[in-house]
Nanobody, 127 residues
């Protein structure tokens, strides 16, 4: 059974930074692409960032490019999302997700490419 546990969310002001972390257990983490998605009230879940199993390739939504950075530590089964210059429109529940296939060389940006999801962590950015 795979478990993904996110942490690091909170309430911050516009322009602040937060670092989200996701710890995985139950599967060989280092073989899988990891993604971060978010869902705001009344909206669909959307891709934020992703990183391939080796860390050799990353992808970002246009809305977060230049502000967010995804990274992973395979020795610690952890993927992180550093979020800088936060804006009110970044307010959402953030989820980490583990790809359904091992050793993919591109980051999937659709939710159906991911097999396991965390419970989410709330990020609220006040104006």
């Amino acid at each position: 059974q795979v478990q993904l546990v996110e942490s690091g969310g909170g309430l911050v002001q516009t322009g602040a930074s937060l670092r989200l972390s996701c710890v995985a257990s139950g599967r060989t983490f280092r073989r899988y692409t990891m993604g971060w998605f978010r869902q705001a009230p009344g909206k669909e879940r959307e891709f934020v960032a992703g990183i391939t199993w080796s860390g050799g390739s990353t992808a970002y939504a246009d809305s977060v490019k230049g502000r967010f950075t995804i990274s992973r530590d395979n020795a610690k089964n952890t993927v992180s999302l550093q979020m800088n210059s936060l804006k009110p429109e970044d307010t959402a529940v953030y989820y980490c997700a583990l790809d359904s296939e091992a050793y993919t060389v591109v980051v999937r940006t659709r939710t159906y490419g991911y097999e396991y999801w965390g419970q989410g962590t709330q990020v609220t950015v006040s104006s």
